[in-house]
């Protein structure tokens, strides 16, 4: 289950996604706003962020003006590795090395097409499981209990 979250600035973007994920059989929960009025991008990072971080929903892709506000958001909760990503190789990598297990769209930064292109790219990349990245993404687990590198 993919969880979906945006403000108001990511609602085009989102409707996209939604349109891919049906395409790739993928079942997903919408939960951001469906409202062009404005509204605060912490609100549906941390919202998404919360359902990931449960394993209610496996991974999720957020989406604001810049990406930053709501990936910032996200990745104030623990167990949640949010990448921002303007382009493809990033999004590949960010899943390949880092494990990310949220994906953040800047919807004044991309147009629709490359934010879709991006997020299926993300989507169907695995982890390098094993050997020099998962002791990475272990590190940065360590960090978030306070432990010292
Ligand atoms: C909203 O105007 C804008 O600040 C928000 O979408 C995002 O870009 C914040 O980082």
Redesign the pocket.
């Known amino acids: 289950m993919i969880v979906l979250a945006n ?4 609602l085009e973007i989102k409707k996209a996604i939604m349109a891919l994920l049906d395409e790739m059989k993928l079942p997903c929960k919408n939960i951001g706003t469906d409202s062009a009025e ?1 509204t605060d ?1 912490p609100l549906w990072g941390y919202r998404a962020a919360k359902l990931v971080a449960s394993g209610e929903c496996d991974r999720g892709i957020i989406i ?7 990936s910032l958001s996200a990745n104030k909760v623990k167990g949640i590795r949010a990448a921002l990503c303007s382009d493809c190789y990033t999004a590949k990598l960010s899943r390949e090395h880092n494990d990310s297990n949220m994906l953040a769209l ?3 930064v991309l147009g629709t097409g490359l934010a879709v292109l991006i997020a299926k790219t993300w989507l169907e990349t695995p982890f390098e499981l094993g050997g020099r990245h998962s002791k990475r993404v272990a590190m940065i687990g360590d960090i978030e209990k306070g432990m010292e590198l």
């Open positions: 403000d108001h600035s990511g404005s991008y604001c003006g810049t990406g930053l506000g709501i800047g919807a004044r």
